[in-house]
């Protein structure tokens, strides 16, 4: 099957922004921390697998702000 990788910020847990490229994936998270909107969010990819967003794992790319 194949992966998912949702980008998503804060208290957003949509999956319908990301792609199936981990990559392209990193890429778009990286530019969502860079960008002033997101400060103090936590940035992540949530990783789903099949048609489902069940998530079977997730990266952390920015811890949100205590």
Same mark, same amino acid.
């Given at each position: *099957?194949?992966?998912?990788? /949702?980008?998503? %910020?804060?208290?957003?847990?949509?999956?319908?922004?990301?792609?199936?490229?981990? %990559?392209?994936?990193?890429? *778009?998270?990286?530019? *969502?921390?860079?960008?002033?909107?997101?400060?103090?969010?936590?940035?992540?990819? /949530?990783?789903?697998?099949?048609?489902?967003?069940?998530?079977?794992?997730?990266?952390?790319?920015?811890? /949100?702000?205590?």
């Amino acid at each position: *099957m194949k992966k998912w990788y /949702a980008v998503q %910020h804060g208290d957003d847990f949509d999956c319908g922004y990301g792609s199936t490229v981990k %990559h392209e994936a990193i890429k *778009m998270a990286n530019a *969502m921390k860079r960008d002033p909107y997101y400060d103090g969010e936590e940035i992540r990819i /949530a990783i789903t697998e099949g048609d489902d967003d069940f998530v079977i794992d997730q990266i952390i790319i920015r811890e /949100a702000a205590c």
